[in-house]
């Protein structure tokens, strides 16, 4: 059973950054592509970030992509979010995911979840 463990988020302060991890086991991280949702209050999940496990080949929102960044360690099992110039609409609760697909922005292409991080970000 794979399992998915998110932790770094926390109250910040608009114009910072914070980088969430995400610690993977129960499975052969290579083998899965990896990728970053939130979700807001009141609104459904939204599509952040992703890495394919294939050729490392990443996809973004396209409005997140100059502030967010998304990495891996395959030795670690982890893989990581880098946020910056953080702002309030990026206030949410922050999933971690794992596809034995290519990697996409789809939700239910998903197939392991965590239970996600908060991230609260102040004006």
């Known amino acids: 059973q794979v399992t998915l463990v998110e932790s770094g988020g926390g109250l910040v302060e608009a114009g910072r950054s914070l980088t969430l991890s995400c610690v993977i086991s129960?499975?052969?991280?290579?083998?899965?592509?990896l990728g970053w949702f939130r979700q807001a209050p009141g609104k459904e999940r939204e599509f952040v970030y992703a890495?394919?496990?294939?050729?490392?080949?990443?996809i973004y929102a396209e409005s997140l992509k100059d502030r967010f960044r998304i990495s891996r360690d395959d030795a670690k099992t982890t893989v990581y979010l880098q946020m910056n110039s953080l702002k309030p609409e990026d206030t949410g609760v922050y999933h971690c995911?794992?596809?034995?697909?290519?990697?996409?922005?789809?939700?239910?292409?998903?197939?392991?979840w965590g239970q996600g991080t908060q991230v609260i970000v102040s004006s």
């Open positions: 129960g499975g052969t991280l290579s083998r899965y592509s």
């Open positions: 890495i394919g496990w294939r050729d490392g080949r990443k």
């Open positions: 995911a794992a596809s034995l697909g290519l990697g996409a922005s789809r939700p239910d292409e998903y197939d392991y």
